[in-house]
């Protein structure tokens, strides 16, 4: 899968039609010719992820939560009411389940058998989520994966990982970072990687980012 | 099935490769294979667990060797000439040569928001109790089915522990062959990485899947 990744950068040089482009725009005159698709409408599902659903909603909902403790507590308790509160809501989000990070638990989201995502608080997944390395590897050398992102968890912290092999779609809820009292939610977000929601990254510290 | 899509424990891959500031897609016939296989769920023609069967049904060389959005647009080349929504003769003339067949509805650009917005649940209405409670030992059962499954393979045959009871939700193993929705109870279901992996194995990872409750027997 991810042999192909090396192709893509090469797909804006139109001089050269890969074969899949072609199939993919056959098909599209074929189904708009037919009355079975709106190329407005596609043009508007594809806006919709590329430019306005993606990490920056579910770094809302985590800052949030590191802000408001009564927030907190509703999120924990249903997630997708709480989401919604936010404006969240919708396909691939139907079912959404709050996980909290602690000193002694870090929680890590896969899904083994095909792409689960919680789209409307993270959009649509990295080509690494999607990959055989990140599914073979997730569930069975977890630590390895994390060391294949820079990241290294204290021996004694217990590693959870959750299979999305249903329709439930997991957000990690990370660690508030030390050394941000006080600040707003919109400073909070600024710490909240997409990553981190995932579990296989950690918050920015406030280091980290431009005062 | 035991295709190429249940990947879990499988070695040989190696490493994973995040791409710095990777973009949401990476050219544009992936843009439009997405928009087209969303909006030609509208017509309900099938559901998502007949897509997720036609995008794993495929010789695992073959599955192994396309990017996401090609398995993507494959299944649903797959899935509209399977229903005679199109035909082999238009996808190579590229354009439409036989008159539509009727649909129940399309997605218009003036439906978009709220179709995405209200999503799909599958939660249903309970009609009978629930057979496991949580901290419940339980077996994943040793199943092989050809058709279409969300009981991956290194699960099965091992025992864990109810950790949370969900609710009724429909029932993919049905649902994906036309079946109906067939639903049924789901559980979060939490296994020691020594079960699934041995006792050399990470002794600090547990690992949960969500499993309907015909995966399930008392252990």
């Not at chain 1, 912290?157 to 707003?184: F, H, N, Q």
């Not at chain 2, 082999?88 to 650009?109: F, M, N, Q, W, Y």
């Not at chain 2, 994943?140 to 290194?154: D, E, F, M, S």
Request: hydrophobic share 40%; glycine share 6%; charged share 25%.
């Amino acid at each position: 899968m991810s042999g192909h990744d090396h192709n893509h950068h090469h797909d804006h040089d139109h001089s050269e039609l890969s074969e899949t482009q072609l199939r993919v725009r056959a098909l599209e005159t074929v189904l708009t010719e037919k009355g079975y698709v709106d190329p407005a409408a596609l043009d508007l599902l594809i806006e919709t992820y590329e430019k306005k659903v993606g990490p920056r909603n579910g770094a809302r909902v985590v800052a949030k939560a590191w802000a408001d403790p009564a927030y907190r507590a509703r999120l924990f308790k249903d997630a997708t009411p709480a989401i919604t509160e936010l404006g969240y809501a919708g396909r691939q989000g139907e079912h959404i389940v709050a996980l909290e990070d602690t000193p002694s638990l870090h929680h890590m989201v896969v899904c083994t058998l095909c792409s689960c995502y919680p789209w409307p608080v993270l959009g649509l997944p990295p080509v690494w989520y999607k990959s055989a390395p990140y599914r073979s590897r997730a569930v069975s050398d977890p630590r390895g994966v994390l060391a294949d992102f820079g990241v290294s968890l204290p021996a004694e912290t217990k590693i959870r990982v959750w299979d999305s092999t249903a329709e439930i779609r997991y957000l990690v809820i990370p660690m508030r970072p030390p050394g941000t009292e006080g600040w707003s939610e919109d400073k909070l977000s600024e710490l909240v990687t997409r990553d981190s929601m995932i579990g296989t990254g950690l918050p920015k510290r406030p280091q980290d980012i431009a005062p | 099935m035991n295709g190429a899509q249940d990947l879990g424990g499988m070695h040989g891959f190696g490493k994973v490769h995040p791409e710095p500031n990777e973009p949401v897609v990476h050219a544009e016939w992936e843009r439009r294979a997405f928009a087209l296989t969303l909006a030609m769920a509208m017509p309900g023609e099938w559901n998502i667990d007949m897509s997720r069967y036609a995008r794993e049904n495929r010789p695992p060389a073959e599955y192994l060797a396309m990017s996401y959005y090609q398995v993507w647009f494959a299944a649903l080349e797959t899935m509209l000439k399977e229903r005679a929504l199109v035909t082999d003769d238009e996808i190579v003339a590229g354009h439409a040569l036989h008159p539509p067949k009727p649909v129940a509805r399309t997605l218009s650009p003036s439906d978009v928001a709220q179709v995405l917005y209200r999503g799909a649940p599958t939660e249903r209405e309970i009609k009978s109790a629930a057979k496991f409670k949580a901290s419940d030992r339980v077996r994943a059962k040793t199943i092989n089915p050809v058709t279409h499954t969300r009981l991956p393979r290194y699960v099965r045959g091992h025992v864990g522990a109810i950790e949370r009871v969900i609710g009724c939700h429909v029932f993919p193993d049905s649902n994906a062959l036309g079946a109906g929705e067939n639903p049924q109870w789901l559980y979060t279901v939490r296994f020691d990485g020594r079960e699934l992996w041995g006792g050399d194995a990470d002794p600090s990872v547990v690992v949960s899947v969500d499993a309907w409750e015909p995966y399930l027997e008392p252990a």
